[in-house]
């Protein structure tokens, strides 16, 4: 090693100093943003909870209700998935759910679903994905319309045995080469309908609790 | 600057002879996973090019008070620090480009070639020779980083410059569109070896003919 070794105890020395300007560094770094990315994230979720309302809400104040449920069977997940149930004055007008569909080709997919209060669809956009790149990335709108032919169906149109795609004698296309991805979306708007429909009054009922809640808390 | 002209030279040989990417092929992880779209590569080589040079500049500021020993534990903590900044600024600033980059921000701290350099120069050469070479590796790994990011996604996408907004905000969309579709293999990570490959021949071509028209020495 070259001229001027350092002295053991300047080392221990410069390794504090340096340890205490890390630790500032960090410590600053974090406070200032942390906020920040908690706004971003917030406008993430609120962007993408546009994208699946009807066109007509999307400009509207609407309260959004958060609520959490689990079914494993028909929402995909044994976590508790997140709900937002969005009022107008106490009417409820959209539920979209964070649906997860377990059976994606190379992992689960993670859905944002629109859900009027009649039961149709308003719209479905994957936001979490693992498929194979050129094939089963084509449920992103980004790179295919493949998506869009969930907007304005419901558990009766086409009926409940018709959801499926079309290899499976269902109604809906499937992305060609992309079979295994293609059912999983299905059957996870499909059984997300089947939960909105055993409890759509549960859910609008514990979202006024929430939006009550939320209005004595406030100003 | 009294230094001699070869130091000069010897400095910033990391931007092409001595290329982190394309001569020494150190730091190609990074390099080879995110370099699907230009905007993204060239979003990493500049977080890694500042990382290094703070970092190498650091050490070589505090070569002579710390034993040799602790100067790749000091250097990792300097690196550590200073990535976790970067990150959390870059997701509270450029949020949707981060969330492209992902994790490969936080893994700039153990680029070999980052750390290679924070040891080796860091340890034994000038703050200004440091300076200067670590100003050399990063560019030099910038360029890397531009000239695959832009072919994989001239090849792959048939763009160029897709997701500038993410850089600079909505409003400054620059992308070109190229009339084909892409051939969907470059930007899939066996696209990057081939992409990468043929570079690297391209390169060792250039510099075998630079040396066979020198004189023999």
Redesign the interface.
Known sequence: ??S?????L??V???IA??A???Y??HT??D??DE??AA??RA?TVARLNSVLEPELRDRDLTTSLLAVTDVELLGSDEPVDVFVLTDRGAPMATVFAAVAPHGYNAAIDLLIGVSPIGTVTGVRAVRHRET??LGDAIEVAKSDWILQFDRKALTAPPAELWAIDQDEGAFDAISGATVTSRAVVTAVKNTLLYFEQHRDELYARAAEVAAAAETDGP | MNQPPSSWQEATAPLWRDNLAFAQLLGLCPLLAVTTTLVAGLALGVASAAVIVIASTTMAA???????R?RL??AL??L???V??VD??T???L?DLHGVLGLFVPLIVVNSGLLAHARTVA??RSIAFTFVSALSTGLGFIFAFIVLGALRELVGHGTLLAGTEMLAGSGSELTLTLPFSGM?VA??PPGAFFVMGLLLALRNRLTRRAADGEAPR
């Open positions: 090693m070259a001027a070794d350092g002295h053991p300047l080392t020395f410069v390794a340096l340890a300007a890390a630790f560094a960090v770094a974090y200032w943003s920040r990315i971003n994230e993430r790149k050129g | 505090l070569r002579r008070f710390v034993t040799p602790a534990p000091l903590l300097i550590a620090a200073l976790t900044v959390l600024v997701a509270a600033v949020f340890s034994e969907l930007v899939l």
